[in-house]
């Protein structure tokens, strides 16, 4: 099985903000892929099914960002999965322009605090990840206000033609394809 664990915060409070990506991408491949995200385990919104052949785990942890380590680490340590080829985890990046995406297979928290505990948690940096670019924060803007604030209309489009993409990613990340998906939507 394969995880694909799309970062955000719960609450309709949080929704379509920038911090929540990943939900809205995990949304997406769960519309798509008619994966209903319905069974509450693990301190996440879950859902199997199939993407392309291959059996997944849609998760949206339900721990707020900060705390989402808790989450996938109870659900890899539950199905005895290992990071380094079992999990995607897909999340905001303010370092990149509103609706680019990197695709990376390790690497660092770069900041992002959801990275951080999930490392933390994991004792690893090595798992998959595809980053969906929300913009720098302008400057004198507090970072945790940027990341829970909506996207202004000028980069809706963008950003809904980069959660599109980044499923594309996933599906072909799901069936081992990272360094395809890596030329195709990097």
């Not at 940027?146 to 489009?157: A, C, H, M, Q, T």
């Not at 081992?176 to 890596?182: F, I, N, S």
Request: proline share 4%; glycine share 12%.
């Amino acid at each position: 099985m394969f995880v694909i664990a799309g970062l955000g915060n719960p609450t309709r409070q949080y929704a379509k903000t920038r911090h929540n990506v990943g939900f809205e991408v995990v949304d997406l491949l769960s519309d798509k892929y008619h994966i209903k995200l319905k069974e509450k385990k693990h301190r996440a919104l879950c859902g199997t099914g199939m993407i392309e052949g291959q059996k997944v785990l849609l998760a949206k942890p339900q721990t707020f960002m900060n705390l989402s380590g808790e989450s996938i680490a109870a659900i890899l340590g539950f199905y005895k999965l290992s990071p380094e080829t079992d999990l995607l985890v897909i999340y905001d990046d303010v370092s990149l322009a509103p609706g680019k995406l990197r695709i990376r297979m390790k690497g660092s928290a770069g900041g992002h605090n959801g990275i951080k505990s999930i490392i933390s948690h994991l004792g690893t940096q090595e798992f998959q990840r595809i980053k969906v670019g929300v913009g720098e924060k302008p400057p004198g803007w507090d970072l945790a206000d940027y990341v829970l604030g909506r996207f202004p209309k000028e980069d809706r489009k963008l950003v809904k033609e980069a959660y599109e993409r980044a499923c594309g990613a996933a599906a072909l990340m799901a069936q081992g394809e990272a360094g395809r998906a890596m030329n195709l939507y990097n």
